[in-house]
């Protein structure tokens, strides 16, 4: 399968707010073409689409039963295991919020593809959370090296208005590590990795992704 990124439009501007969770030296030792990925704004009505495959994807029995728990907060863990199948993800912004929405679909050797919806928003004590449904949030911190960029739970919540709660470690489905991978290609890794204190690494899953523009939109390096 064709793996490619495509983006409606032109309409996007230098952004470093991911750049600014991580120290100066950190951002600067990532490859070119991270930087460029999670260095750019979008306008309103603009949008990056992901287009790949699932390469690799592995759960124990614990996997299973907490993917199949997080059917109450919307399905975000891998419900099956298929692999060489269609992944595809697309992100807008969420301007009032100052943050964006990932969509993810995934694909199955049988039946409808299992679809994912989460908001990034630069806000929290580490400077970023992802919100999934029924109010359930993760604190997420950012770290890099020369290859990938890194987003690691600090800690899960569930919050309701103004009210926010903390899940105690012992509810926690264990620490959530997802890496944007450079493949040195134009392309890049997807990896998903959930290791339990007590089970180890219950869900693992690694999605390949490509890059394609189309023609309308113009791409520069903002380094």
Same mark, same amino acid.
């Given at each position: 399968m @064709?793996?490619?990124?495509?983006?409606r439009?032109?309409?996007?501007?230098p952004?470093?707010?991911?750049?600014s969770l991580l !120290?100066? !030296?950190?951002?600067?030792?990532?490859p070119?073409?991270? /930087?460029? /990925?999670?260095?750019?704004?979008? $306008?309103?009505?603009?949008?990056?689409?992901?287009?790949?495959?699932?390469?690799?994807c592995?759960?124990n029995? =614990?996997? $299973?039963?907490?993917?199949q728990?997080?059917?109450l907060?919307g399905?975000?863990?891998?419900?099956?295991?298929d692999i060489a199948?269609a992944?595809?993800v697309?992100?807008t #912004? #969420? @301007?009032?919020? $100052?943050?964006? =929405?990932?969509? /993810?679909?995934?694909?199955?050797?049988?039946g409808?593809p299992?679809?994912?919806?989460?908001r990034k928003?630069?806000?929290?004590?580490?400077?970023? !959370?992802?919100?999934?449904g029924g109010g359930?949030g993760?604190?997420?911190?950012v770290c890099?090296?020369?290859?990938?960029?890194?987003?690691?739970? @600090?800690?899960?919540?569930?919050?309701?208005g103004?009210? /926010? +709660?903390?899940?105690?470690?012992?509810?926690?489905?264990?620490? +959530?590590?997802i890496s944007?991978?450079?493949?040195?290609?134009?392309?890049f890794?997807f990896?998903?990795s +959930?290791?339990?204190?007590?089970?180890?690494?219950v869900i693992?899953? =690694?999605? +390949?992704f490509?890059?394609?523009?189309?023609?309308c939109a113009?791409?520069?390096?903002? @380094?």
């Open positions: @064709d793996s490619s990124m495509t983006m439009g032109a309409s996007w501007q952004d470093r707010r991911f750049q !120290e100066a !030296e950190s951002w600067v030792r990532l070119s073409a991270v /930087r460029r /990925r999670f260095g750019r704004r979008l $306008s309103p009505g603009a949008a990056i689409t992901y287009v790949g495959t699932i390469a690799e592995r759960r029995r =614990v996997g $299973s039963l907490i993917a728990l997080a059917r907060i399905a975000p863990l891998p419900l099956h295991d199948v992944a595809v697309t992100v #912004e #969420e @301007d009032e919020a $100052s943050g964006q =929405v990932w969509t /993810r679909m995934y694909a199955r050797a049988q409808l299992q679809v994912i919806h989460s928003r630069f806000a929290g004590p580490t400077g970023l !959370e992802e919100y999934l359930f993760i604190s997420l911190m890099a090296d020369d290859r990938a960029l890194h987003f690691i739970s @600090d800690h899960y919540f569930i919050s309701f103004s009210i /926010r +709660l903390t899940l105690p470690s012992w509810l926690s489905p264990g620490t +959530l590590t944007h991978l450079d493949r040195g290609d134009d392309g890794a990896v998903l +959930l290791r339990h204190a007590l089970f180890g690494e693992h899953q =690694v999605g +390949l490509g890059e394609r523009f189309d023609s113009q791409e520069t390096s903002h @380094d």
